[in-house]
């Protein structure tokens, strides 16, 4: 291989870092959701399976749910919300 | 330092197809492994087979074709049965088999590639049988009362939920209406909603289900009112809804409870009655329903910061409602919401019930102790009912809390509360006393026996306690008292009473249950002591005959006496005494017989009268009739040689019938073979008739009738022809030649295009025909219409469909590729179910065409059914992971490349230094 296209391969390769660098720091701004338990909520209503940023909390005023426990849900203490490095997350296996 | 990378990116590759292989414990359930560690030789498991792919490129694999791709399924199929053996294999799916395997055929199933996965083939739980006995339903089941069983029976229970599926075994038939649809809209019956969520066919099931299990209130009938969505939510607004529609039609279903297993994201310490749902539950409560509601889960869904022990959600933290907590049947620990609200619990935890489509499913929540209190509830209303008391719904709550088993939560809530019992709850309430009946010695009776053996029988619907036997002489003294102590449902005491004297007593039972209820049998009974009894052996009492009969009398007198004559007695029914003889007799015990021509009709009376040597003398009594007049017969319609133009023609046949003493019973013959018989004949004339259908062809028929003693007569015969019709023309008309009550109608294929609409009676039939790529005849067959559903066979496929209101179904019955016929079921008129047929000209989507060849011997109820099949069946492709490993490929061949060139100018380097090196 000639000098001038490893040159050109390393080019592209910084380039690629560059960019990913900068999409990973836009990312990770966009995805801070949380800085606490507390600011986050259940996704839905009624079983919930996930967690989101209390900006993204569902309205949840004069709903009714069914009253079982569905599995793999947060249903019954199965699981909570939590804040892990910034990402809202469900703890599973609280009881 | 590039060593080291390169040494990364291989170690990076290896990891990628680390990862990406399977061990086996990503193909084998856990349990199976379990089993077989523990050493059971044949585990029961279900194996998923991996859809087929193949290859087309380097980077995307693709679907097969639908039919290449069955058949490489049941290629695979038959490959896996071939190994495990056939009498291994317990059932073939679509895409599993359920089978039981030894460990060597694990390893074999383990590698082979078509496995996607084992699963442990779990054993399901006994369905309710623990919580149902748990809050004493199946004791309360055996209490009868009024000849009815305490099942709930005439009482309905409003399941407020996410709808029903009433085509589930265990809940067919007990629905008194299609599911009531409320959400997001005016209530109203809708056929063709079942359960989209699955929670309210649970609950239904706990309820009231009767067949493979037994839900609590078994005898009580449901109504689905579906309130919540297919993610089983909704508001306050459709709950409200369902609750007025329960309040509005309490008469006409026998509403009596509203089970609610539903609530919102709150704890209450204080009764919440200004809850938007309130009003509505008091509304429910003050017409007698009683609202039971789920107290709720705790931290459910999207509900953060409940505490469990503060109190229980909203509706029911409302006063008037019926809150229920869960409690686990196994051990009776207590679970989810309570607190100072008062509660009642019921079994919550791993209930086994109905699921939605079919089968049985376990799942725990205050949702699942609800319905039991609801179906406790309907049985307390049915024994209420039936014992004449009255409740109101706080005096219920307070019977069944006062009778439940303690539960102790001092150490949670702080609280005591009370688990549901409602065997207690009724025996509480017993107010009924217990049965009596005097067996023997039998009413008025005549006994030269001076020792008798009295004989009561006693029931009760809870528990006896004692029976006393009392024996009064003539002068009303009481001459005997015995007690017995007696226990159960059912006893039969005898009592003994010795040295008694000639004369007249009279005797009776008192029985006493548990809770101090007492009676005595309905009246006393009679007992004559005496010298001398008589018997009148024959005929029996009440006789009718057509045949003199000749009269049998006994007597029997005490030892050391004899008797001496026995005096036959025969008066006319104005008593005028027509007949007399008197036979000497002789012994302690002898027989005579009597004869008599009678020659006129009508009712006597007959008797003897016994003497013996010491001039006591003794009386029976008995009737008998005499008639030899048959009964007389008038026929009225239809006339003579009537005819009808019909494929099935319903006819009424007319007469009257007339007898001078009685009459048993009148037949219609027809074809001198009898066709129906009436035997409620209560007058001595009267008109009646007989209807019946005929195809076509020639009758003759009459009448005949029987009188009680025997006598019969036959009408004079008519006849009457039925012929089939010419095929009825038919766009707007009505019924053909005379009044035919069965019409054929015969569309033309003008009005198929634009659709033929018919009301129809049951067995009426729609001719027609279709034009499509072949032209074929067909016949239209109402076959029945019952509880909003029509039955209806079209010919010459046949098929068979079953609609409800509403409900219309596509057909290809001349080609298999595409749909000719459209058939719809517009709704009732008149008693009458209105029909659209059309002919449609659609083609049929291929897989659709290849799941109904596939699916021959499974019903598929719509094209939105096979849709979903499809999806099932085949899946769609996923192209996000075709791009994920796109991706990755290309990144591995960047990779790759990029360490082939680092190495070449390693090595070029190398040489370049080697160069230098030698050539300085």
């Known amino acids: 291989m000639k000098k001038r296209d490893l040159i050109i391969l390393w080019i592209i390769l910084g380039l690629l870092g560059v960019l990913f660098y900068f999409l990973n720091e836009k990312i990770n701004d966009t995805l801070v959701e949380c800085y606490s338990d507390s600011d986050c909520v259940a996704n839905s209503c009624c079983h919930a399976s996930s967690c989101v940023s209390k900006s993204l909390k569902p309205n949840c005023s004069d709903i009714f749910c069914t009253m079982n426990c569905q599995s793999d849900t947060m249903d019954c203490g199965q699981g909570s919300c939590g804040c892990v490095k910034g990402k809202c997350i469900v703890n599973w296996g609280e009881k | ?920």
Not at chain 2, 500 to 524: E, F, Q, R, V
């Open chain 2, 1 to 920: 330092m590039k060593k080291y990378f390169v040494i990364f990116c291989l170690i990076s590759i290896f990891g990628l197809i680390i990862i990406n292989s399977e061990s086996y414990e990503d193909k084998i359930d856990k349990k199976v492994l379990d089993d077989f560690k523990n050493g059971i030789e044949k585990v029961n498991v279900i194996v998923k087979l991996k859809e087929p792919l193949e290859n087309k490129g380097f980077f995307v694999q693709s679907e097969k074709s639908d039919k290449k791709k069955l058949l490489e399924k049941n290629k695979i199929k038959s490959e896996i049965i071939n190994e495990i053996g056939e009498e291994n294999i317990n059932h073939v799916f679509n895409n599993e088999i359920s089978l039981s395997l030894s460990i060597h055929d694990l390893e074999l199933l383990e590698k082979n590639n078509n496995v996607d996965y084992i699963w442990f083939d779990k054993s399901l739980h006994a369905f309710l049988q623990g919580s149902v006995p748990y809050v004493n339903a199946t004791n309360t089941w055996n209490v009868q009362i009024s000849g009815f069983n305490v099942t709930g029976t005439n009482e309905t229970i409003c399941i407020l939920d996410t709808g029903v599926d009433f085509t589930h075994p265990a809940l067919n038939g007990k629905n008194l209406t299609c599911v009531i649809d409320c959400f997001e809209k005016a209530c109203v019956e809708n056929c063709s909603v079942l359960d989209d969520h699955g929670h309210g066919t649970h609950v239904a099931g706990i309820a009231g289900a009767s067949t493979y299990i037994n839900g609590v209130a078994v005898g009580a009938n449901l109504i689905g009112v579906k309130v919540l969505n297919y993610q089983g939510s909704g508001t306050s607004t459709d709950l409200n809804r369902g609750i007025d529609w329960c309040i509005a039609n309490k008469n006409a279903y026998n509403i009596s409870v509203i089970s609610m297993s539903l609530g919102d994201c709150s704890n209450h310490t204080t009764y919440c009655n200004s809850d938007p749902s309130a009003s509505h539950i008091d509304n429910a409560t003050n017409n007698n329903i009683s609202v039971i509601v789920a107290a709720g889960n705790g931290n459910s869904g999207g509900c953060t910061g409940i505490t469990v022990t503060i109190g229980p959600s909203a509706p029911a933290c409302v006063q008037s409602a019926v809150a229920v907590g869960a409690v686990s049947d196994a051990d009776s620990s207590i679970y989810y919401q309570r607190g100072p609200l008062f509660e009642l619990f019921a079994p919550g935890i791993n209930i086994n019930s109905t699921k939605a489509n079919g089968g049985f499913e376990s799942l725990s929540g205050t949702s699942m102790s609800a319905p039991h209190v609801s179906g406790i509830f309907a049985l307390f209303k049915q024994f209420l009912r039936l014992t004449n008391q009255t409740k109101t719904n706080n005096e219920i709550k307070a019977v069944i809390n006062n009778t439940g088993h303690l539960l102790d939560d001092t150490s949670g809530s702080g609280y005591n509360f009370s688990i549901v019992d409602i065997y207690s709850a009724i025996y509480s309430l017993d107010n009924l006393a217990p049965n009596v009946t005097l067996i023997s010695p039998s009413n008025s009776l005549i006994s030269i026996n001076f020792n008798q053996t009295f004989v009561c029988n006693v029931t009760d619907e809870f528990l006896l306690s004692n029976l006393i036997f009392y024996l009064w002489n003539s002068a009303g003294n009481l001459i005997n008292q015995t007690s017995s102590n007696i226990s159960g449902l059912v006893n039969q005491s005898s009592f003994n009473v010795t040295g008694l004297s000639s004369g007249i007593y009279y005797w009776n039972c008192l029985g006493n249950d548990s809770k101090s209820n007492s009676a005595y049998a309905n009246s006393n009974y009679t007992l004559t002591i005496g010298n001398l009894s008589t018997t009148l052996n024959s005929p029996i009492n009440n006789t009718y005959t057509n045949q003199n009969l000749t009269f049998n009398c006994s007597g029997q007198t005490m030892q050391g006496a004899e008797l001496t004559n026995l005096t036959f007695y025969l008066w006319n029914s104005t008593s005028d005494l027509i007949y007399n003889l008197t036979s000497n007799l002789s012994g302690e015990i002898n027989s005579t017989i009597f004869s008599y021509n009678f020659t006129d009709e009508g009712n006597y009376f007959w008797n003897c009268l016994t003497i013996n040597n010491q001039s006591n003398s003794d009386l029976a009594n008995e009737n008998y009739t005499y008639d030899i007049t048959s009964p007389n017969i008038t026929l009225i319609s239809p006339e003579n040689s009537a005819s009808y133009t019909s494929s099935s023609q319903s006819i009424t046949f007319s007469y009257n019938v007339s007898e001078n003493i009685n009459l048993s019973n009148c037949s219609l013959i027809v074809n001198d073979a009898i066709s129906l018989t009436n035997i409620s004949i209560v007058n001595l004339s009267e008109t009646q008739s007989f209807t019946n259908s005929f195809i076509p062809g020639s009758y003759n028929w009459n009448i005949n009738c029987t009188d009680k003693a025997g006598n019969i007569n036959y009408s004079s015969q008519r006849s009457f022809t039925v012929t089939a019709p010419a095929v009825v023309a038919s766009s707007g008309g009505g019924g053909g030649g005379g009044s035919p009550s069965v019409s054929i109608y015969a569309p033309t294929s003008n009005d198929l295009l634009v659709g033929y609409s018919k009301e129809l009676k049951e067995k009426e039939q729609v001719k027609f025909t279709i034009t499509g790529l072949e032209k074929s005849s067909h016949t239209l067959t109402l076959n029945s219409l019952k509880n909003n559903k029509v039955n209806i066979t079209i010919k010459s496929e046949p098929i068979n469909l079953l609609l409800g209101i509403g409900e219309s179904k596509k057909l290809n019955v001349t080609s298999n590729e595409y749909y000719d016929l459209y058939i719809k079921f517009e709704g009732i008129k008149n008693n009458k179910a209105s029909i659209t047929i059309k002919t449609i000209f659609e083609e049929i989507n291929p897989k659709i065409y290849t799941i109904i060849e596939e699916n021959k011997s499974e019903t598929l109820d719509s094209e939105k059914e096979i849709e979903e099949k499809i999806e099932e069946d085949f899946g769609t492709f996923d192209s996000n992971k075709k791009v994920f490993y796109f991706l990755l490929i290309l990144f591995i061949i960047i990779f790759i490349l990029f360490i082939i060139l680092n190495l070449r100018h390693y090595q070029y380097n190398q040489e370049m230094k080697l160069l230098k090196k030698f050539g300085s």
